[in-house]
């Protein structure tokens, strides 16, 4: 006789600690079971992996710990259930034909081709939804938009718990309302995308301990605070506002376990670079990351248009980070990147989580 596992809950932690998922590169399945093993919730990425690499970072992950672990999947705007949010101005952007015109002599430089675009792309997430039933995750988050209520109640019925990536009091509501069993808010510090639920979308720039406390007034499923936290104060603060538990994104990039390229984690902690900028320029979503020279050149002319402008832009990275180029690299961080180290994953969750017990 079947029956349905227990469903996770953050109280099933030891020490209230979410390891941010991290797509192209730095979330490895050695990433998300060392967080694990020191007691938080460790996270794989799924966006832009296809799902036979999903499964096996998940066979891999099994194989490291028995503990929770959670995926991460993008959702496409087909599948998104929000409502147009706030539109980006379309004459301060040139048009995605424009922006190919603007990246060809950069193409050039790295002696790649820019590919054709498709706006179409759903990141394989009929397949990805069907593998993470069908391998019963303990948790599944949601970025990029808010699922339709059917595919949250899908996965609950296998035992999975469901979180969304909310940005505003809205987003949380609407959530909220299509099932969500957690909450992931995330504020405007935060290093990679923000997780606005349209691409076009102008994200808010409401503090994060100001945000937690007005997204937990108006709901009543446990919160994880995201962006900027880069110490025990900080998870202090955002606990003290409402939080169940942390997400931690920028001080794993460097860990040991961590995926993240050479180039990438040498420009983190290099001391050239000092300041990070909000940008569309690699994705056509907004992100935060380390300011470097693609940012500065493409930041003011990249239109609000994913998933093509990430497409547009996947060469030029990728052979970035094979020269060991960090100025053409996505460098995605909160603006306390310099605090990253070279350390073992679970020294950070010791040091973020100092004195602080298991969600309660």
């Known amino acids: 006789m079947s029956r349905t596992p227990h469903r996770f809950r953050l109280t099933d932690l030891s020490v209230p600690f979410v390891g941010a998922p991290m797509a192209g590169g730095p979330s490895t399945p050695a990433l998300a079971a060392a967080v694990t093993v020191a007691g938080g919730l460790g996270f794989l990425a799924a966006g832009n992996r296809p799902p036979p690499g999903v499964r096996a970072d998940v066979e891999a992950v099994r194989a490291l710990t028995d ?36 990246l060809r002599d950069v193409a050039r430089q790295y002696a790649v081709e820019l590919p054709d675009t498709d706006p179409a792309d759903d990141d394989g997430w009929p397949a990805k939804l069907e593998l993470l039933e069908q391998l019963r995750v303990p948790v599944v988050s949601f970025t990029f938009g808010l699922p339709a209520a059917s595919v949250l109640e899908r996965l609950a019925a296998v035992g999975t718990t469901t ?15 299509a099932g969500a069993h957690l909450l992931t808010v995330q504020g405007p510090a935060a290093g990679g995308h923000r997780g606005t639920h349209r691409a076009e979308d102008v994200p808010g720039g409401e503090p994060l301990p100001e945000l937690v406390a007005a ?7 446990p919160v994880v605070a995201a962006g900027g936290i880069a110490s025990a104060a900080g998870t202090a603060t955002a606990l003290a506002a409402g939080a169940d538990a942390v997400q931690i994104g920028t001080l794993l990039l460097r860990t040991h376990e961590a995926g993240t390229s050479a180039a990438y984690r040498e420009a983190l902690g290099s001391g050239r670079y000092t300041d990070t900028a909000v940008t569309r320029a690699f994705s056509g979503r907004p992100a935060r990351g380390v300011r470097n020279g693609f940012v500065d050149r493409f930041t003011d002319i990249a239109p609000a248009a994913y998933p093509q402008v990430n497409q547009l832009t996947r060469s030029i990275r990728t052979a970035a980070a094979q020269q060991g180029d960090p100025e053409a690299i996505a460098l995605w961080a909160g603006s306390s990147f310099a605090s990253a ?5 679970a020294e950070v969750v010791r040091e973020i989580t100092a004195g602080r017990p298991a969600p309660s």
Request: charged letters at 15%; proline letters at 10%.
């Open 163 to 177: 979180s969304v990536t909310v940005t505003s009091v809205p987003e949380a509501e609407a959530a909220v309302r």
């Open 341 to 345: 180290r070279e350390v073992a994953a």
């Open 215 to 221: 997204v937990r007034a108006v709901v009543d499923v």
């Open 67 to 102: 503990g929770p672990f959670g995926v991460n999947v993008f959702v496409p705007e087909a599948a998104n259930t929000a409502p147009p949010g706030t539109a980006v101005d379309p004459a301060v952007h040139l048009s995605l034909a424009a922006y190919r015109e603007a």
